[in-house]
T-cell receptor, first 116, second 109 residues
Framework: GAVVSQHPSWVICKSGTSVKIECRSLDFQATTMFWYRQFPKQSLMLMATSNEGSKATYEQGVEKDKFLINHASLTLSTLTVTSAHPEDSSFYIC????????????FGPGTRLTVT | GQNIDQPTEMTATEGAIVQINCTYQTSGFNGLFWYQQHAGEAPTFLSYNVLDGLEEKGRFSSFLSRSKGYSYLLLKELQMKDSASYLCAVMDSNYQLIWGAGTKLIIKP
């Protein structure tokens, strides 16, 4: 089956620093990748949608200058949280699909970010 | 606006049957998904319905009525490991997933 990996699985950083999270599709080409954020006991919140080779589309309320997304290849997307603050502490999950009309999204295992 | 409604929390007994309902109002419809999510983990795919009717997969079944904007996930022979959140999501006309808030299912012995 389709496998999506994320790295790192967890990270602790100091306030003001930047953190990069990688999302890779291991056995398929991901034309579209999605980045979600999930706070404790809440549902997934879509942050942005990225298509390979083009700029990401951010959801309303998500600062594109703070959450930098790069989808440089069909198997890799990165999310960089710039100048992280404690309120950015959350569970970040990526997902990918192999075509626009593809029914299923394949989820990565998630990255737990803690900003101290 | 787009809206997905499902109960916040349900409790059931090990070995029993539980039905988790989901109603939706979205701009367009390209299918409805159910995902299972254990605490601290990413969601895992359970089912996909795009046509009306019941899809059965082992102990889990999912039903869809597009005219009513309604789906349910039926879990039979409940096991303790089924304790998790169950997320209902609808793919809209832009092939974007619209997520419900999730139903936390608590299984008691």
């Amino acid at each position: 089956g389709a496998v999506v990996s994320q790295h790192p699985s967890w990270v602790i950083c100091k306030s003001g620093t930047s953190v990069k999270i990688e999302c890779r599709s291991l056995d398929f080409q991901a034309t579209t990748m999605f980045w979600y954020r999930q706070f404790p006991k809440q549902s997934l919140m879509l942050m942005a949608t990225s298509n390979e080779g083009s700029k990401a589309t951010y959801e309303q309320g998500v600062e594109k200058d703070k959450f930098l997304i790069n989808h440089a290849s069909l198997t890799l997307s990165t999310l960089t949280v710039t100048s992280a603050h404690p309120e950015d502490s959350s569970f970040y999950i990526c997902s990918a699909r192999d075509s626009r009309e593809s029914a299923e999204q394949y989820f990565g295992p998630g990255t737990r970010l803690t900003v101290t | 606006g787009q809206n997905i409604d499902q109960p916040t929390e349900m409790t059931a007994t090990e070995g029993a049957i539980v039905q988790i309902n989901c109603t939706y109002q979205t701009s367009g419809f390209n299918g409805l998904f159910w995902y299972q999510q254990h605490a601290g983990e990413a969601p895992t795919f359970l089912s996909y319905n795009v046509l009306d009717g019941l899809e059965e997969k082992g102990r889990f079944s999912s039903f869809l009525s597009r005219s009513k904007g309604y789906s349910y996930l039926l879990l039979k022979e409940l096991q303790m490991k089924d304790s998790a959140s169950y997320l209902c999501a609808v793919m809209d006309s832009n092939y974007q997933l619209i997520w419900g808030a999730g139903t936390k299912l608590i299984i008691k012995p």
